[in-house]
């Protein structure tokens, strides 16, 4: 037997700009041309962010090829969207030069940047997130992808953004229960990572619902630092990105269990809560602190309790096939207190019995 | 405005190892355990491989969870199989912690390797190819993907193998037609970057085609050398390693053309030949170079002309969609002289007008 080594060789570090403000979206594009002056641009965006001006407003009178999704939402976050996107750019001649620009929520920002990742092997992506969800979250980060039949993001790559642009403005025509469903990523920024702005949005929940622009700016700073930070230390979700996780266990679960009548950022309201009466399970949580979450949930409009008619099996079946599951059961993240997350070992995601799980669920049950 | 940046931290060189020999199959599962012991493994293989008993081989007797491919073969390259398989693996309760071990020819290795490369974001392959083509080519490099309705690799990314397994033993069982055909892969080899490995099989054809084992081991050693090499200077095709396109431009046009009738080196067969008639065109080839690639190609049995229902301008629009089209036209890779590249202005890939192509395609019609 003969042996040979291919080396394959390592990738330097690099950085992507974050812009944030409030009506920046007419000179985006214009902003875009001059990093990628070679770069043949396709807008990737959805029915809805059509309908609210948007689209219109990026391109300012400009003509581009643009793929528009129908339906808007989770329901389109599959494979046949991606599809159907790559034979579009093949139809319009494009090629390996092409600069894919999201405009829209995290389904168009998923659907978007992993089409960008696997179109003739990759090319780079602009993300313009327009809603909180998105803007708090899934634009930054490079986590790409779709659903398939079975789970979340059965279907994905890390694809990192080229730039993204946060224009708060966007935010004004968002419809009220998605607005308020992805604030709660902001929620969890604040629990697994800053106290002080946990206590920024508590104190400043009224400004945020009625939509403040510079109250959103704050925000959006907040939560481009906090994942920014913890995507730089770990891209690759290895360890100490798990934490972004928090809530997502339970809460992914209930959001496919739903057959996604909740909203992502609703179902991990229900999760962070979850997580916090895990936390009371297992002695970490100080008095009081899952009161104040709960409080904060609520006034967020989003629901803290189980919908009665979620059968738990079904949840528990759905937690078996979660992406970080190992032996078939997923690992929790906890916070040992306000702004920090627990780690045992040097693990940030901890193992949670099944017992626990499921007695926690239980708890959770809304009987009106 | 504000603005932040965030940090993609660099990634470090790694290296795979590459095993040759013959009647190594029934060690590999073992290697690869040793390799990935946490790791689940997954067989992707397909009709044909299972019925050459290559897949008994490699199981010895054990269990493992296997997709087998159906029908085998280029028709089966699309995303369709792709989705198909990730299915496959999600219904067995796969995660992360999977190991993808694509047995088979290049079409196994393509479609495991991006389902790999996708799957909750990425898992490692190891590859095992068992036909010239593969173990020649398409197992090394890390390019994975598959066809659209439009064009070849329109879906795809670059995945590196974690381990290549090649057991020249495998190449007994092949078909005699896709035996010769990959093999055009090892010619373009010594053409693009090796006169002495080009004269090696000039001067072994006979044996080669007998598939004497040790003859196939020395080619084994000098495809994985001279194409380890390329990837590893240029892993992301940048430039460099745009030299393994050569007769790959008119090829892979000419395969989708013919519906994919010929065989893929049957296709980059005529692209080679395409190739030297360019360079005659252009004064790059010396006296009777053409002569002695056509003589070798024929003594494999591979077409070197154009089939007469081909039609020139079926292949001229499927050029235009080529991965590397840059304002809808490819740019081509040709040789200098025997073993080494002709490079223009630093680029290996250079620009050559359509006329020059539709003469030669016109010269190449095989009018019996």
């Known amino acids: ?43 990737v965006t959805d029915e809805n962010v059509v309908a609210a001006g948007h689209l219109s407003k990026l391109l ?17 976050k599959n494979i046949d969207t991606v599809v159907a996107i790559v034979e579009a750019m093949e139809r319009a001649y494009l090629g390996r030069d092409t600069l894919v620009m999201a405009l829209g929520g995290g389904t168009v920002g998923d659907i978007a940047g992993f089409a960008a990742a696997i179109f003739k092997r990759g090319v780079p992506v602009v993300q313009i997130p327009t809603t909180t969800l998105a803007q708090a979250d899934s634009a930054i980060g490079g986590k790409t992808g779709v659903d398939s039949s079975i789970s979340k993001n059965a279907f994905g790559a890390f694809w990192h953004p080229a730039a993204v642009f946060i224009d708060v403005a966007t935010l004004q025509t968002q419809d009220e229960r998605q607005y308020r ?5 902001s929620v969890k920024h604040g629990l697994i990572a800053s106290e002080e702005y946990f206590e920024f949005i508590e104190s400043h929940l009224d400004a945020i619902l009625e939509r403040d622009v510079n109250t959103l700016e704050v925000v959006a700073r907040y939560n481009c630092s906090i994942k920014g930070r913890v995507v730089e ?9 798990r934490i972004l996780n928090y809530g997502h266990t339970v809460g992914h679960a209930v959001e496919a269990a739903s057959d996604y009548a909740l909203l992502h950022g609703e179902a991990i309201a229900i999760g962070i809560v979850a997580a ?26 989003v629901p803290v309790k189980l919908p009665p008619n979620l059968a ?16 078939q059961w997923p690992r929790f993240v906890l916070i040992g207190r306000l702004g920090q997350v627990h780690c045992e070992n040097g693990q940030y995601a901890v193992p949670v019995g099944r017992d626990v799980v499921e007695k ?9």
């Not at 000179?27 to 990093?35: I, Q, T």
């Not at 738990?312 to 032996?327: F, G, L």
Request: hydrophobic content about 40%.
């Open 312 to 327: 738990e099996d079904k949840i528990t079946d759905v937690m078996k096939h979660d992406k970080k599951a190992v032996d």
């Open 60 to 76: 300012h009178g400009r003509d581009a090829s643009t793929y528009v999704i129908h339906p808007a939402g989770e329901q389109s």
């Open 181 to 185: 469903a992805g604030l709660v990523e």
């Open 360 to 368: 926690v669920l239980e708890l959770m049950i809304d009987n009106g």
């Open 233 to 241: 230390e770990d891209p690759l979700e290895k360890n100490k990105r």
């Open 276 to 301: 916090g009466l895990i936390e009371v399970e297992r002695g970490l949580s100080e008095p009081g602190r899952l009161d104040r979450i709960r409080t904060a949930l609520e006034k967020l409009g």
């Open 1 to 43: 037997m003969q042996e040979l080594y291919i080396k394959v060789p390592g990738v330097a570090e690099t950085s992507y700009r974050i812009a944030i403000g409030s009506g920046l979206l007419p000179s985006v594009w214009s902003a875009a041309e001059a990093a990628f002056p070679k770069h043949k641009k396709f807008i």
